[in-house]
């Protein structure tokens, strides 16, 4: 539900600026291409919901390291997009550095670790963001920067609302405990997912999707900082440690690119 609102709520603060701004919905090609956006979006945004629901957010956060290089593989696959040597190295140490996240985990660093629920929830939600980054760039060159960002919170907010009812979600009881919770939070993280999706949609205009993609790596700290301050989350050096090293990683991107 948190998904639906966030998406719809976008779009709406979106529709007085279209006026002002404009919108290509006039494009066969960018119409397909949005469709499968917003679907991809709603359901890896559905799965990220569940993860956090039931992971460390010291440990959920820093797993997103995975999503550059599955968008370093899509991004050759579908964009022709190639990374030089020092991006592949700074991959490369995003890689290493979530080792040490993960093996603060009861499993370990292993294959046993896909058998946590939310672990296997973060590497779906990883998969289906990544695709749908691949498509927002493909969105983006065919339209721009702010077209791509109104139709991710239009078509995520339909494919959401799909996902809610073939889930059979209880909508009046979501609604109901919506209403318990502190609207001004629900008013931030709609101003932080707005800033992120169209910065995002930025920098994706301007780098390689599996660069920008790494480069949020630098994320992995707060969440572990805020997992232990806020959530009481234990490990929390090793975690640290790993997210650093994922840093140096994100920095090397940055400076070579």
């Given at each position: 539900?948190?998904?639906?609102?966030?998406?719809?709520?976008?779009?709406?603060?979106?529709?007085?600026?279209?006026?002002?701004?404009?919108?290509?919905?006039?494009?066969?090609?960018?119409?397909?291409?949005?469709?499968?956006?917003?679907?991809?979006?709603?359901?890896?945004?559905?799965?990220?919901?569940?993860?956090?629901?039931?992971?460390?957010?010291?440990?959920?956060?820093?797993?997103?390291?995975?999503?550059?290089?599955?968008?370093?593989?899509?991004?050759?696959?579908?964009l022709k997009e190639y990374p030089?040597?020092?991006?592949?190295?700074?991959?490369?140490?995003?890689?290493?550095?979530?080792?040490?996240?993960?093996?603060?985990?009861?499993?370990?660093?292993?294959?046993?670790?896909?058998?946590?629920?939310?672990?296997?929830?973060?590497?779906?939600?990883?998969?289906?963001c990544s695709i749908e980054a691949?498509?927002?760039k493909k969105v983006i060159l065919?339209?721009?920067?702010?077209?791509?960002?109104?139709?991710?919170?239009?078509?995520?907010?339909?494919?959401?609302?799909?996902?809610?009812?073939?889930?059979?979600?209880?909508?009046?009881?979501?609604?109901?405990?919506?209403?318990?919770?502190?609207?001004?939070?629900?008013?931030?993280?709609?101003?932080?997912?707005?800033?992120?999706?169209?910065?995002?949609?930025?920098?994706?205009?301007?780098?390689?999707?599996?660069?920008?993609?790494?480069?949020?790596?630098?994320?992995?700290?707060?969440?572990?900082?805020?997992?232990?301050?806020?959530?009481?989350?234990?490990?929390?050096?090793?975690?640290?440690?790993?997210?650093?090293?994922?840093?140096?990683?994100?920095?090397?991107?940055?400076?070579?690119?």
């Amino acid at each position: 539900m948190i998904s639906f609102l966030t998406y719809f709520l976008l779009f709406l603060v979106c529709i007085p600026l279209i006026f002002s701004n404009g919108y290509a919905i006039n494009n066969k090609e960018f119409l397909i291409y949005s469709t499968f956006m917003g679907i991809c979006g709603a359901i890896g945004n559905s799965f990220l919901v569940k993860s956090l629901k039931k992971g460390d957010l010291s440990v959920i956060g820093p797993i997103n390291s995975y999503k550059s290089i599955i968008g370093l593989v899509l991004g050759i696959i579908f964009l022709k997009e190639y990374p030089n040597l020092l991006g592949v190295a700074g991959m490369a140490l995003i890689f290493f550095g979530s080792y040490f996240v993960l093996d603060t985990t009861e499993e370990k660093f292993t294959f046993k670790l896909l058998k946590n629920k939310e672990i296997q929830y973060r590497f779906l939600s990883l998969l289906f963001c990544s695709i749908e980054a691949i498509i927002i760039k493909k969105v983006i060159l065919i339209s721009s920067v702010w077209d791509a960002f109104v139709s991710w919170c239009f078509f995520g907010a339909i494919f959401s609302a799909v996902l809610l009812i073939l889930g059979k979600v209880d909508i009046q009881t979501e609604v109901n405990t919506l209403k318990t919770r502190n609207s001004t939070n629900i008013a931030k993280l709609v101003v932080c997912m707005g800033i992120m999706q169209y910065t995002t949609n930025y920098v994706f205009a301007h780098m390689n999707v599996g660069y920008a993609l790494s480069l949020f790596q630098l994320s992995s700290v707060l969440s572990i900082i805020f997992g232990y301050k806020i959530f009481k989350e234990t490990n929390i050096i090793p975690r640290l440690t790993g997210s650093i090293i994922m840093v140096a990683g994100a920095v090397i991107i940055i400076l070579f690119n």
